[in-house]
């Protein structure tokens, strides 16, 4: 009996790891793995933070609307100041076209400030 449960299991977790290696992050998810770090709005995120001393209207990427793919697609393969350049075996033209769908499609965040904390009397 211990043997056909083991074995059941077994067959079970072996097909939820292959559907798992099966789902292709959509452009959503390689946002956020490959570009939040930096690009996200608001303090610690060092692209957005460039991006504003340079004094641009809207400088976190999500919800811009003055980039062009090919000008992003540059950007991505060959890097620009100090953002490395991705092969295309770290993202595929197919991603970067995700990507840029999911910054097109997304509304504009407003950058976060820091808190400011008080101290009672």
Do not use: W
């Not at 919800?63 to 100041?81: C, S």
């Not at 950058?111 to 904390?117: D, E, L, R, S």
Request: with cysteine; glycine share 8%; aromatic share 4%.
């Amino acid at each position: 009996m211990k043997i056909v449960f083991a074995m059941s299991l077994l067959v079970t977790l072996s097909g939820c790891i292959a559907e798992a290696k099966d789902q292709k992050a959509d452009g959503a998810e390689n946002y956020a793995l490959m570009c939040a770090g930096c690009h996200d709005p608001g303090p610690g995120h060092p692209a957005t933070m460039l991006l504003q001393q340079a004094g641009r209207p809207v400088p976190a990427l999500i919800g811009r609307k003055d980039l062009e793919l090919e000008y992003l697609r540059a950007v991505v393969r060959q890097g620009l100041i100090e953002m490395p350049p991705f092969r295309p075996t770290e993202l595929s033209e197919a991603e970067i076209d995700e990507i840029y769908a999911h910054i097109m499609r997304g509304k504009p965040s407003k950058p976060a400030t820091a808190i400011q904390t008080t101290k009672d009397p």
